[in-house]
């Protein structure tokens, strides 16, 4: 158990429908980071929060958006969903340089 | 634009052999690089990291070199063993680690017993 908590950890939807994954960092930790991992794609970072603010945004689409809450639990929200979109999503909390990661949700789009 | 690349997309060594597995990356202001190996179904888990002031690092079979003038660094695990196997991403970030981690592509290192 990595202390970082995924939930659901797998989902199965339909095209145009709307999903929320959700993370729950290392108790202490901050920073929370979003990853997608399509077939055999590496990790493609999404967008990083700090503390319940957004600090950095990388290529996530505009159907999808993050919020982290000030229990410092985040969510991840995809919407219009797409065949394309089924991927393995990573959450990841750091403290300091590296990354402690969460063991995904498997989205399946329909 | 791919900063961090790992060529290899698959790797296959004799246990007890030494498994090499490279990185390459473009941007010069990453300071910073992380190992992380990955089972399937599970999370990637941290390996062994360099910061951009050493040349080598290593953690029991496990030492990562870097070539700062190359932008290339590598991954040596010896002797290798069958619970090695899994897949294995190189990942890089400026500012020592206080930005976001760039992954490469990732190498499936399968130990052939």
């Known amino acids: 158990d990595s202390g970082v908590t995924q939930t659901p950890k797998h989902l199965i939807t339909a095209t145009g429908q709307r999903v929320t994954l959700r993370c729950s960092p290392r108790?202490?930790?901050?920073?929370v980071y979003w990853y997608q991992q399509s077939l055999d794609q590496g990790l493609q970072f999404l967008i990083h929060y700090y503390n319940g603010e957004e600090r950095a945004k990388g290529n996530i689409l505009e159907r999808f958006s993050a919020q982290q809450f000030p229990d410092l639990h985040s969510e991840l929200n995809l919407s219009s969903l797409e065949l394309g979109d089924s991927a393995l999503y990573f959450c990841?909390?750091?403290?300091?340089?590296?990354?402690?990661f969460g063991s995904g949700t498997r989205l399946t789009v329909v | 634009d791919q900063q961090v690349k790992q060529n290899s997309p698959s790797l296959s060594v004799q246990e007890g052999r030494i498994s090499i597995l490279n990185c390459d990356y473009t941007?010069?202001?990453?300071?910073?690089f992380l190992w992380y190996k990955k089972y399937p179904a599970e999370g990637p888990t941290f390996l062994i990291s360099i910061s951009s002031i050493k040349d080598k690092n290593e953690d029991g079979r496990f030492t990562v070199f870097l070539n700062k003038s190359a932008k290339h660094l590598s991954l040596h695990i010896v002797p290798s063993q069958p619970g090695d196997s899994a897949v294995y991403f190189c990942a890089a970030s400026a500012l020592t680690g206080a930005q976001k981690l760039v992954f490469g592509q990732g190498t499936r290192l399968t130990i052939n017993p």
């Open positions: 108790s202490g930790d901050l920073s």
């Open positions: 941007n010069s202001m990453f300071d910073y």
């Open positions: 990841a909390s750091s403290v300091g340089g590296g990354y402690t």
